[in-house]
């Protein structure tokens, strides 16, 4: 199948509606993660900058620090579309140590460039 459907059982398998998911989006498929988000969970925050724009890690400490109560945070580390290239390893280990669960989609990255699961730490790639 499509990548696209590992991507939203990530969202299904994950998300609660009591859960609190920070979606960062720098593209249209991290855009995209967080109408998936948004079905399984009312409570949806989002850090979007313009798609040719990384995630500021500042940015998720920030927003992080304003709204404990975010338990999953869902980012797509390469936007195809945009060729937005996301830290994945710095927002990891943010959401690592505010003990939350991290998505990342790697669908476009994980095969061609230096990245790695466990590096950002994270739950679901």
């Not at 195809?80 to 290239?85: D, H, N, R």
């Not at 959401?95 to 994270?122: N, Q, R, W």
């Amino acid at each position: 199948g499509e990548p696209v459907l590992g991507l939203e059982a990530a969202a299904a398998s994950l998300i609660t509606p009591d859960d609190v998911v920070l979606n960062l989006a720098s593209g249209v498929y991290g855009k995209g993660f967080g109408y998936w988000a948004k079905r399984y969970s009312p409570h949806l925050l989002e850090i979007e900058v313009p798609y040719n724009e990384a995630i500021d890690p500042q940015a998720v400490a920030d927003m992080l620090k304003a709204h404990p109560e975010i338990t999953v945070v869902s980012v797509c580390h390469h936007d195809t579309p945009s060729g937005t290239i996301n830290p994945i390893d710095a927002i990891g280990a943010l959401v690592s140590a505010h003990g939350g669960y991290l998505i990342v989609d790697a669908v476009s990255s994980f095969g061609g460039m230096k990245t790695h699961p466990e590096d950002c730490k994270a739950d679901i790639y």
